[in-house]
């Protein structure tokens, strides 16, 4: 687990959570739910924040490891930077969104965001999500691969064939192992295919250890058609 | 207006133009008289009483009765056939008619054949004006060889009958030519303005929609999703408002509903269309609209009944009729002042006997025929056992008409002529009239004092042609060539004035003068009028040193300036009407398609918000009443409903680029089942019909097996991606592709080693 100055807690820790969301309803299931049930043991939620004011003075009071922010605030500030000037400050950021807005998600991975977890998922789910963010981890969705699939020009500029056919089976919901048989290559292969599309970037010294990373790259790089604020 | 023999529309280019043509053709015909009179007071008098009677009487009268209808802006087509038909009678008859003339000038009649010509060729088109010019220059020669035509010689007579109709076709070619260019302007302007109004309806469309989806998002979809998490008192009251709330925000949204403007004809068919494929890709769907009716407005409620009762029929059709076929025609007519538009669904499904249909059932009756009663339409419904059933939805009444009018291409820059001016045309036929002009001074050479002065001039004419002709790189002329013609002309005139004869009218040895004439029109359309003005005062000069010293006198030098002249002056009232067309059409292009913006498109958004609206309450109110008022808890059914309820509101938005109700359908029926369907859509826009439907039967298809786990649809990025579905049962796992015709290939992926 990492905290916000990135030392590495204990694994026993409880881990710290601050949830931010402009519905109460959302705020208190969450606050209710998470750390009273089994799938959700080791979560706590420390505070609750309704706009991006609030979640500067909470921040302020309470310490805490991974923070769940709603991507449309009814404050409407811009879930981007919201999200950089979080990530800036060394907190694990993990979007909780209705993910009906693309181009929102995208804004929010590019600003640095660590994971995206979906409102209707089971609340296990977004528990398991909150633990991966708060050990360091950064995930990986059928909504982010989405996004690097969707984005055409970025597919041809920079992969190949091979790995463009690995991307879109994976995105069309195929796993590795039946995409390496589909493809007569091996299983590590098809892995090294997702893993070279990485690289690439790795190469130039601007290493993308996960998709998200690869996606920050390429909107930096503006391979990402241009992003206009809502 | 009251009557227009050129457009459909209103106050077009086409109409602008065809309507200076028509006061121009007018014009000419009024000046062409006046050089005759002189001959016309000495011939008429002696000549027989049934030919001044017929043709006389008839010629002015049709002239004055183009001046009256031009003045008035009607269509001078019937007295302009008239005065051809007329022309060609008097110089077929005038052996008989006329008394004899000296054969030193023209006869007067000589002076109307030019502005018949026109007539003709401006009414029947270039070819048939040319061959009533040839039949007229014919008949005019062969009477000129007559006694009573002169007994002239062969190639006077040649001469004459030749030059004038070649003169008269120059310039009905070059009305012919921008009379084309401005209806091909009006074509353009027509598709252009047809695809700015889609363009501004899809924008005030995304706009609604924004609106919209903000709303499920942040208030029903979070409601949704927080009622099926909810585990404790606290969040199950915040639920319980947030919901009652959410059900007020829906009933504002219904109550806003604006349905007081109009929408274009063209909008409602598109919308028609999309709702059309939304309720399943399978229908079929068409149009009997003519496109000049395109641009007609209906009351907005108008339009929103017809599309919601059309939809309701349609999805009947889809979820009951069991029908192998599914179509929908929109038809639209003009009856006089009113609009009659209709639409129609057809299935071949079923059917059932409209008299056993239980009247709580009766969705249909009460709703279809009710809203369209409202809206000031009709329905009616036929229906057989086996056969299938027919809705009918009607509406007839008065199109609003577009405050803005005027529908125009944009001009090349305010500056300039209109766009699709003939520049071209008017280029070959100065040098054609060149050729002529010098073909006639050859012909008549005999007659030059001397042959030399005339040769340099013809070869100056041709200097002078590609000068005035020069192709630049704007339509002004460039300084250094408006310097260089106005010599060329004195050149050419002023050689002229020494080789002319000045003891008889040369007749066609004045081969110069149409020519030239020409080229001070050309100089006033490349925007070089004072240069023009400046050629005729050396014209002035030339003509005048020539026809003073001889035995014409002042009656010389004005016979001879009035040709150029008249000209110079049409040629700059046309460039300026011209100009000023441009700059109308311009200004109104900007107003329609503003107008267009704020209004069509403003309310076709908001008719098709309301059935957004309607649809989202007919979804969703149920299930959030439901929460609104559920007791201390929210009880498990209600949990699983807000789910699934959930996943196919947001499936709906993610993946609207192919979701239509028939796949809504057959998706949630599987989610009930706690199959996982999952739609990836990475496409910027919607899938094409043929698409949609392989989608939807390759998903129906999948789903229809027990063993299946899970689905996923994903939408490849470009039009040229393809889309696919994966299937997955506990033993196996199945992709289909889709290409963009539809054509599929669907193989087994193995699941274990």
């Given at each position: 687990m990492v905290d916000r100055t990135g030392r590495q807690a204990d694994a026993s820790e409880q881990i710290r959570v601050v949830v931010v969301d402009d519905h109460v309803a959302v705020r208190l299931g969450l606050a209710g739910s998470l750390g009273r049930l089994p799938s959700t043991a080791g979560l706590r939620v420390v505070a609750q924040a309704r706009t991006t004011t609030d979640l500067k003075r909470v921040l302020k009071e309470n310490a805490c490891d991974v923070i769940v922010l709603d991507l449309i605030l009814d404050d409407a500030s811009d879930p981007a930077e919201t999200v950089a000037e979080l990530v800036a400050g060394d907190y694990r950021v993990l979007v909780y969104s209705i993910a009906d807005n693309p181009r929102l998600i995208r804004r929010a991975l590019a600003a640095g965001a660590h994971g995206l977890s979906r409102k209707s998922e089971s609340l296990a789910e977004t528990a398991e999500k909150i633990r991966q963010v708060a050990h360091g981890q950064t995930l990986v969705s059928t909504e982010i691969l989405a996004m690097i699939d969707g984005d055409q020009a970025f597919v041809e500029a920079r992969l190949s064939n091979r790995e463009r056919e690995v991307l879109t089976l994976y995105v069309s919901g195929i796993d590795v192992p039946q995409i390496a048989r589909r493809l007569y290559i091996t299983e590590n292969s098809a892995k090294e295919y997702l893993r070279r599309i990485r690289t690439k970037y790795s190469e130039i010294?601007?290493?993308?250890?996960?998709k998200v990373d690869l996606l920050r790259r390429a909107i930096e790089d503006g391979v990402v058609p241009p992003i206009q604020p809502q | 207006m009251a009557e227009s023999r050129w457009v459909g529309s209103p106050a077009s280019v086409t109409l602008g133009i065809a309507l200076l043509i028509d006061r121009m053709m007018a014009g000419y015909n009024v000046i062409s008289w006046l050089p005759s009179v002189p001959y016309a007071r000495t011939e008429l008098v002696r000549a027989q009483w049934w030919w001044v009677a017929v043709f006389c009487t008839g010629l002015v009268g049709t002239t004055v009765l183009m001046v009256i209808r031009a003045a008035r802006t009607q269509s001078v087509r019937a007295p302009a056939v008239a005065y051809a038909l007329l022309t060609l009678g008097a110089v077929a008859t005038a052996p008989w008619g006329l008394p004899e003339v000296p054969t030193a000038r023209e006869p007067w009649i000589w002076w109307l054949i030019g502005p018949s010509v026109v007539c003709a060729a401006i009414w029947a088109g270039l070819a048939w004006g040319t061959a009533y010019g040839a039949v007229l220059g014919f008949c005019f020669a062969v009477f000129r060889t007559t006694s009573a035509g002169g007994s002239a010689d062969l190639r006077t007579a040649i001469s004459q009958g030749l030059f004038a109709p070649a003169a008269a076709l120059a310039i009905a070619a070059v009305a012919l030519g921008m009379l084309k260019a401005a209806r091909r302007a009006d074509d353009l302007a027509q598709t252009a303005y047809a695809r700015e109004a889609a363009a501004a309806m899809d924008r005030a469309l995304a706009a609604e929609r924004d609106q919209l989806d903000r709303l499920v998002h942040d208030d029903v979809l979070t409601t949704l999703t927080a009622a099926a998490h909810v585990q404790d008192g606290a969040a199950v009251e915040a639920t319980k408002s947030l919901a009652s709330a959410t059900l007020v925000k829906l009933d504002e949204l219904c109550s806003k509903a604006e349905t007081d403007g109009a929408v274009t004809l063209s909008g409602l068919v598109q919308l028609a269309q999309t709702s059309a494929l939304q309720v399943s890709p399978a229908v079929l769907f068409g149009t009997a609209l003519p496109?000049?009716?395109?641009?007609e407005r209906l009351p907005a409620a108008a339009a929103e009944a017809l599309l919601a009762s059309t939809r309701e029929a349609l999805r009947n059709a889809v979820r009951h009729a069991r029908a192998r076929h599914v179509a929908v025609n929109w038809r639209a007519i003009r009856e006089g002042p009113l609009l009659r538009l209709s639409s129609r669904v057809e299935d071949d499904g079923a059917g059932f006997e409209i008299g056993s249909v239980p009247a709580d059932r009766l969705g249909l009756r009460l709703s279809m025929a009710e809203r369209m009663r409202d809206a000031g339409g009709t329905c009616s419904v036929s229906s057989e056992r086996g056969v299938g059933t027919t809705v009918e939805l009607a509406w007839t009444g008065a199109s609003t008409a577009p405050d803005s009018p005027t529908r125009g291409p944009r001009p090349r820059a305010m500056h300039a002529l209109p766009a699709d001016f003939p520049v071209t045309q008017l280029m070959t036929l100065t040098w054609l009239l060149v050729g002529v002009g010098i073909f006639l001074g050859l012909l008549n050479a005999?007659?030059?004092?001397?042959?030399a002065p005339a040769v340099l001039a013809m070869v100056a004419m041709c200097a002078l042609a590609a000068v005035v002709l020069?192709?630049?790189?704007?339509l002004r002329l460039p300084t250094w060539a408006a310097l260089s013609s106005l010599a060329l002309i004195a050149a050419v005139a002023g050689l002229m004035d020494f080789t002319?004869?000045?003891?008889?009218?040369?007749d066609a040895a004045l081969w110069h003068f149409y020519p030239l004439q020409l080229v001070l029109v050309v100089l006033a359309i490349r925007r070089r009028i004072k240069i023009a003005v400046v050629g005729l005062l050396v014209l002035t000069v030339c003509y005048g040193w020539w026809s003073l010293r001889s035995d014409f006198g002042w009656t010389g030098l004005v016979i001879a300036v009035f040709g150029p002249a008249v000209f110079l002056l049409l040629a700059i009232i046309v460039t300026r009407r011209l100009r000023a067309i441009a700059r109308r059409q311009d200004l109104a292009h900007q107003q329609e398609i503003v107008a267009a913006e704020e209004s069509a498109g403003w309310y076709a958004a908001r008719v098709q918000r309301s059935l957004w609206v309607a649809d989202l309450i007919e979804t969703a109110s149920t299930t959030l009443t439901r929460i609104a008022a559920a007791d201390r808890d929210i009880p498990v059914p209600l949990k699983t409903e807000a789910r699934l309820l959930e996943a196919g509101l947001r499936e709906a938005l993610v993946a609207r680029n192919v979701m239509s109700d028939e796949l809504a359908e057959v998706t949630d029926a599987a989610r009930r089942r706690g199959v996982s369907v999952t739609f990836v859509d990475s496409r910027r826009g919607p899938v094409p019909p043929i698409v949609g439907r392989a989608v939807t039967s390759e998903v129906r298809a999948a789903l229809?097996?027990?063993?299946?786990q899970k689905v996923v649809v994903r939408l490849g990025p470009g039009p040229h991606q393809v889309t696919s579905v994966v299937y997955q049962d506990g033993a196996r796992t199945r992709l289909t592709t889709i290409d963009e015709t539809g054509s599929w290939r669907s193989e087994e992926i193995e699941s274990s080693g």
């Open positions: 010294s601007r290493p993308a250890p996960s | 496109e000049s009716l395109d641009g005999n007659r030059f004092i001397e042959v020069h192709a630049g790189r704007s002319l004869p000045k003891d008889r009218w040369p229809q097996s027990s063993a299946v």
